[in-house]
């Protein structure tokens, strides 16, 4: 069964990287069926896509989020990364990760539990 | 950017209640709208993809449709472990969207 995990440091303070890592589980991220993604949720917001990837490194970024963000994925350890620079308080967010049916259209039909940041000094 | 407009944004309602969603996309987007269940503290789930597909263990009562660019989530009878919020996504261009979500609280 398919297992996603998100872990990263908690606390980043204001114009600081903060770097996530995905964990997945179950399945060989190694296939060029799926992208992987980053999504967030803001306290007392919606739900926002910030970028997929897939196993070769081809990736997608939200247009609000380019420049700041990236993405990367180590096939080896069956991980993907995310990498936001320069945040800010309004970067606050339990972020999730997820894959990402791509060509499909289909979604995201697997989700890890979500990591809370918070970008304070 | 392809828009999805969410509505209503929060509704109450009691066990055994019909439950209506509607997600408007500013473009067509064929059927590549999925809707997800999400509650405090766990994971979002989805419960539908391509529109109408009920994805595999969501109970029957959920039901997904598409008129042109509008999209619907039905419940047909509301279980106390429905109560949650919803949110569509539209996967069809990037960058994907969500709607704004539709929170579903007890009458």
């Known amino acids: 069964q398919l297992h996603l995990l998100e872990s990263g440091p908690g606390l980043v303070h204001p114009s600081e990287t903060l770097s996530l890592t995905c964990t997945v589980s179950?399945?060989?991220?190694?296939?060029?069926?799926?992208?992987w993604a980053w999504i967030r949720q803001p306290p007392g917001k919606g739900l926002e896509w910030i970028a997929s990837?897939?196993?070769?490194?081809?990736?997608y970024y939200s247009p609000s989020l380019r420049g700041r963000v990236s993405s990367s994925v180590d096939t080896s350890t069956n991980q993907f990364f995310l990498k936001l620079e320069s945040v800010t308080a309004a970067d606050t967010a339990i972020y999730y990760c997820?894959?990402?049916?791509?060509?499909?259209?289909?979604?995201?039909?697997?989700w890890g539990r979500g990591t809370m940041v918070t970008v304070s000094s | 950017d392809i828009q999805m407009t969410q509505s209503p944004s929060s509704l109450s309602a009691s066990v055994g209640d019909r439950l209506t969603i509607t997600c408007r996309a500013s473009?067509?987007?064929?059927?590549?709208l999925s809707w997800y269940q999400h509650k405090p503290g766990q994971a979002p789930k989805r419960l539908i993809y391509a529109a109408s597909s009920l994805q595999s263990g969501v109970p029957s009562r959920f039901n997904g449709s598409r008129s042109g660019t509008e999209f619907t989530l039905t419940v047909s009878s509301l279980q106390p472990e429905d109560f949650a919020t919803y949110y569509c996504?539209?996967?069809?261009?990037?960058?994907?969207?969500f709607g704004q979500g539709t929170k579903v609280e007890v009458k």
């Open positions: 997820a894959r990402d049916d791509f060509w499909s259209g289909y979604g995201f039909d697997i």
């Open positions: 996504l539209q996967h069809n261009f990037s960058p994907w969207t």
């Open positions: 990837i897939d196993y070769s490194g081809s990736t």
């Open positions: 179950g399945a060989s991220i190694n296939r060029n069926i799926y992208y």
């Open positions: 473009q067509d987007i064929r059927n590549d």
